[in-house]
């Protein structure tokens, strides 16, 4: 069994090592004393002993790892650098000196960036930081390896403002970015001379690519999933295409991973298969493969899924080329210790966890599943072996997409029979037709027919994407049911690989689990009341959930939606109702008055404990403070942000609590947990 291989131990017990120095988020030193002292006691062992197979070294070895995982998560905080920018300044006004490093997907209100801080007050610093500007009227923007120098402040990265929505302060976190700067238009310096890094190479490779392919008369649309399929960039893909992808369950074809490098190391070991007839033929071989899936990777962004994919086939290359029978786990296990080792961050992103868990179902499920059926006839083998490889991989990564994205494509097997067979041909293909636009020799019919092939493949994909009815959307699932349900799958595929009355007895006892925590989640949600102000802008949204049911007030029902949804999934909601807002609400012991904008007083006699203000009504604070007495004044986001400051500031001076859920996020009334 592969779980009995150390290599598969090693990297499970760093991952724990890695997921435990995460959240408790310590000082270096404590991982690194702790690290130390286990070499330490690991080192005796093993010389009194002689042995590297007992309980003692094997149990110490697995401390260690455990100390090593949490000692590199640590380190690999930029935070916890000495030099790092937030340890030497505060967020007030600094002269920084940063570069571009990454030009992120533009929106309506402004160009995003990811920079590099290289100096704060002309002190050396590093970090990285989160860039925002106003777009250009010239629509002109920064590139990678730019230096800037301006002055101004650092502020936190917004957290999610209402319930269950997705935290794009978290996830930047894991990129070892905790702030933002607003860089206001025409008030920074561009500096001449730049340091090249990198990035910057790739970018300006990537960037003479697509306007060579542009010259080639290839369309917007196809120009944009070549970006993603060959180039690893996906920020020009529309949105409408990117949902056909997504419903399709084909969006793994746009995220250069293992599969266009699997297809890759098989195309190079065919082109270079001559190489072999000279002296050191495969080892030449080896180093020219190497050398391209490196260049390729530093060409895509560097991004978690095409190290993760660059680094597990050069150890397999490695493998083909010592010509050994090697242990495809064992492989896997290898890549993911090493890479984890380097970029222990890595594990947090969504990509990467998806990214390993495909591989390691494919190397899992395919053989048993190959094993229930092997036809004679060839054209329903090749169905079969890739409907199975399909399979495997939506097995492996199916409760880490249902707890993030809450759907699954029903009809993924189809647009991934009708893709994958040809993706060889596309990529390969592909790498030629930008090899050719770069030399100015690619012929207009080989970049019409090239325009044809990806015109037709987003042709199959939206078709498939439409069938809404085979789109099973809003699946509620929370961490503990993907734990539980990678142990099941686990224990039925170990019961399949060897039957036997006691893994039988593992898998129905980790079903009755299941179902078991299903039926307490619904308990404890229908024993569950509370009422919530949200935050939307210009709009007022209070959910008031009582049990599986919730009800629904709001001046603007159809922008409310997203909200609604995004709670109901999480909460396992089952009716929904949609109720007039009312002027007064009375939550256990505290009356809630809605203060709107005809500005009108609670009736005389009626002491409202708290008061929300909605869409900016025109009233004296002061003496309205001086006259009801509230306990607390709530703003939410259908006030202008002006009348807000202001309101702020009063209840400041009259020592009145202040909640703008614009800033501190949704209120909760908890009324029955």
Known sequence: MFFRQNSVKLSLFLIFGI???????TSPGIPLWCTIISFILLAIIYYRTGKSHSVSFGILAACTTLCIGFLAVNLAQPKNHADHYSRSTDSGLHLYHLQIQEVLKSNTFSDNYIASVLEVDHRQSDG???LSSKPDSLGQRLKPDQQIVFYGS??????PLNPHQFSYKSYLNTLGIYHRIQLEPHLFEIRDQSLSTPYGWTFKIRENIIAQLKKAQIGQEELSIIQALLLGQRTDISEDTYTNYVNAGAIHILAVSGLHIGILLLILQYVLAPLKQLKHGQTIQLLVILAILWSYAFLAGLSASIVRAVSMFSFLAYAMFLNRPTNSFNILALSLFFILLIEPMFLFQVGFQMSYSAVFAIL??????????SPNNLILKKTWQLTSVSIAA?????????????QFPGLFFISNLAIIPFL????????LVIILAVTHTLPSFIAALYNEMISFMNLIVGWVGKQESFIFRNISFDLAQVILGYALLASVLVFFSKRSPKRLFISMALVMCFQSYLIYAKYTGQHKEEIIILHQTRNSVLFHRIGNNLSISTTNNIKAESLQEDYNTAERIETVNHVPLKNAYNIQDQQLYILDSTGMYPPKGYQPDLILVTQSPKLNLIRFIDSIKPKQIIADGSNYRSDVLRWQRTCEQKKVPFHYTGEKGAFYFIVND
Do not use: C, R, S, T
């Not at 997921?19 to 988020?25: E, I, P």
């Not at 899992?364 to 059926?373: A, D, E, G």
């Not at 060889?424 to 790498?431: A, D, H, P, S, V």
């Open 424 to 431: 060889g041909i596309i990529l390969g293909l592909g790498i």
């Open 128 to 130: 990285m930081i989160l």
């Open 394 to 406: 939506q097995l492996g990564v199916l409760p880490i997409a249902l707890f993030y994205f809450h």
């Open 19 to 25: 997921l435990l120095g995460y959240f408790l988020d």
């Open 364 to 373: 899992w499920i395919y053989p048993l599943l190959q094993k229930l059926w």
């Open 154 to 159: 650092y502020g936190e990265i917004n957290k």
